[in-house]
């Protein structure tokens, strides 16, 4: 059973920078396409940096250009470096293993990190 710890979260000013981790155990992260969700209060989840297990990265559009996925095989760790934030960018985040190219996550959820940013 594979499990997820996000960490890295908190209140940062509007075009402030957040580096979330997400620590997987098992052994087939190296294997395992991973992505980075976040859900806003009333709104549903939605995908919003994905990574393979080669290293190419996909983005929503609205944080293209404004933030990074990243793996480090060695650590079975996900990070997502989030520059010049904006007060829609609050919510929970998630990490997650994912089928490439698509939103479907397969593994069970973490606890997520709260990630708030006033204005």
């Known amino acids: 059973q594979v499990q997820l710890v996000e960490s890295g979260g908190g209140l940062v000013q509007a075009g402030g920078s957040l580096r979330l981790s997400c620590v997987v155990s098992?052994?087939?992260?190296?294997?395992?396409?991973m992505g980075w969700f976040r859900q806003a209060p009333g709104a549903q989840r939605e995908l919003v940096a994905s990574?393979?297990?080669?290293?190419?990265?996909d983005y929503a559009d609205s944080v293209k250009g404004r933030f990074t996925i990243s793996r480090d095989n060695g650590r079975k760790t996900v990070y997502l470096q989030m520059n010049s934030l904006k007060p829609e960018d609050t919510a929970v985040y998630y990490c997650?293993?994912?089928?490439?190219?698509?939103?479907?996550?397969?593994?069970?959820w973490g606890q997520g990190t709260q990630v708030t940013v006033s204005s």
């Open positions: 997650n293993t994912i089928l490439y190219g698509s939103t479907v996550a397969f593994g069970s």
């Open positions: 990574i393979s297990s080669g290293g190419s990265s």
């Open positions: 098992g052994s087939t992260f190296r294997f395992s396409a």
